[in-house]
Nanobody, 116 residues
Framework: QVQLVESGGGLVQPGGSLILSCATS????????MNWYRQAPGKERELVAS????????DYADSVKGRFTISRDSHKSMVYLQMNSLEPEDTAMYYC?????????WGKGTLVTVSS
């Protein structure tokens, strides 16, 4: 079955960096768009970054443009989110996501806390 497992979260100071990883299995990775979402306490889940399955195109939320970079490794079926210049507003649970035939699949998330 489809599995998405996030890792790499933690506590970081403002201005710091983290790399999140998402290990995937159970589907044909190269066929699917891969996404990172986040949900802060008391807020709705929001799309942070997307990586297309074709052509290597990426897209980002305005709030993270220029600071975050999504990448994917089709050989390893992995997705990454490089996060630089982190701000307290980036504190959230981060989720890996893909949609297959109108069904959304999610990992359990990894917590990122940006605080001094």
């Amino acid at each position: 079955q489809v599995q998405l497992v996030e890792s790499g979260g933690g506590l970081v100071q403002p201005g710091g960096s983290l790399i999140l990883s998402c290990a995937t299995s159970g589907f044909t990775f190269w066929l699917r768009v891969m996404n990172w979402y986040r949900q802060a306490p008391g807020k709705e889940r929001e799309l942070v970054a997307s990586a297309s399955n074709i052509g290597g195109s990426t897209d980002y939320a305005d709030s993270v443009k220029g600071r975050f970079t999504i990448s994917r490794d089709s050989h390893k079926s992995m997705v990454y989110l490089q996060m630089n210049s982190l701000e307290p507003e980036d504190t959230a649970m981060y989720y890996c996501n893909t949609r297959i035939y109108d069904t959304d699949y999610w990992g359990k998330g990894t917590l990122v806390t940006v605080s001094s």
